[in-house]
T-cell receptor, first 113, second 114 residues
């Protein structure tokens, strides 16, 4: 089951522009994480934001979390062609007596040189 | 952190057969997850495979189709049984050390059923 919905599903921008993608989730969480996946490759962990944090930065990445709206956003500033990839949010939650680690639907980002 | 070795990396199988995917972790970890990722799609959780308990399957996945073993804290297998072309996908194992930590992933098994 998918915990989160991401939008947009696909995003195409010019190199140097900023890219923003959003993630909404359904249940209470301990934290939310963002991953990148290049085509046909493995997952790369980008950033983790805890449920008691509202904003976090890592290099050109800025993540926000609004637990009241059950949503998060990932901003990539000054995008590069190498940022072309799919981006997924993932949340951990304790439900039905077990922890689950569930991914959103993903955003496919294409950065044009 | 954890390094995960997943085998096989890819396979082409005949319909009606079964394939067992192995996941070996270089450290002991309680929580392990198996995912399926269909082309162009996100990761869908198949089941949670914690050592010491039966696997917990997500809606749409059943034990008869996807039996899982978790004999110890460093190893697990997922079997895709009685395969059909609809099972063609990438299957990934993942380990997780608990809340507020990142999950670690194997490189995936690319399965094609013909």
């Amino acid at each position: 089951s998918q915990q989160g919905e991401e939008d947009p599903q696909a995003l195409s921008i010019q190199e140097g522009e900023n890219a923003t993608m959003n993630c909404s989730y359904k249940t209470s969480i301990n934290n939310l994480q963002w991953y990148r996946q290049n085509s046909g490759r493995g997952l790369v962990h980008l950033i983790l934001i805890r449920s008691n944090e509202r904003e976090k930065h890592s290099g050109r990445l800025r993540v926000t979390l609004d637990t009241s709206k059950k949503s998060s956003s990932l901003l990539i500033t000054a995008s590069r062609a190498a940022d072309t990839a799919s981006y997924f949010c993932a949340t951990d939650a304790f439900t039905s007596g077990t922890y689950k680690y569930i991914f959103g639907t993903g955003t496919r980002l294409k950065v044009l040189a | 952190s954890a390094v995960i070795s997943q085998k096989p990396s890819r396979d082409i199988c005949q319909r009606g057969t079964s394939l067992t995917i192995q996941c070996q972790v270089d450290s002991q970890v309680t929580m392990m997850f198996w995912y399926r990722q269909q082309p162009g799609q996100s990761l869908t959780l198949i089941a949670t495979a914690n050592q010491g308990s039966e696997a917990t399957y997500e809606s749409g996945f059943v034990i008869d189709k996807f039996p899982i073993s978790r004999p110890n804290l460093t190893f697990s297998t997922l079997t895709v049984s009685n395969m059909s072309p609809e099972d063609s996908s990438i299957y990934l194992c993942s380990v997780w050390f608990g809340p507020n930590t990142e999950a670690f992933f194997g490189q995936g098994t690319r399965l094609t059923v013909v």
